[in-house]
Nanobody
Framework: QVPLVESGGRAVETGGSLRLSCQVS????????FGWFRQTPAGTEREHVG????????AYENSVKGRFTIYKEIAENTLYLQMDRLKPEDTAIYYC??????????????WGQGTQVTVSS
């Protein structure tokens, strides 16, 4: 069973909305830190988007603050990323990550396979 499986990525127009899902297996949503990262073709590393602590506290990069929301549904074992007012610069592969500690350190995190989001102008 794959621990983290993202879904929901697709092509959307500027100003549109998308909700990404990360199905979680083998990790406790109430004990681990979870986050979303993204990577563009030109990017050298995965860019932090935001993360959510075990207690539900969230933190976001300035580039997405006020537009993106991370939340989790414990009963569904699912992490979500609600993305509103999308911009072309949001185009990337989005990855779900899990870590025993917060903040998430890339080299110590578990990763999903990613889901592609494309925002057209």
């Amino acid at each position: 069973q794959v621990p983290l499986v993202e879904s929901g990525g697709r092509a959307v127009e500027t100003g549109g909305s998308l909700r990404l899902s990360c199905q979680v297996s083998g990790f406790d949503l109430t004990r681990h830190c979870f986050g979303w990262f993204r990577q563009t073709p030109a990017g050298t590393e995965r860019e932090h988007v935001g993360q959510i602590k075990p207690d539900g506290t969230t933190a976001y990069e300035n580039s997405v603050k006020g537009r993106f929301t991370i939340y989790k549904e414990i009963a569904e074992n699912t992490l979500y990323l609600q993305m509103d007012r999308l911009k072309p610069e949001d185009t990337a592969i989005y990855y779900c990550a899990s870590s025993r500690t917060c903040p998430i350190i890339r080299s110590r995190a578990d990763w999903g396979q990613g889901t592609q989001v494309t925002v057209s102008s």
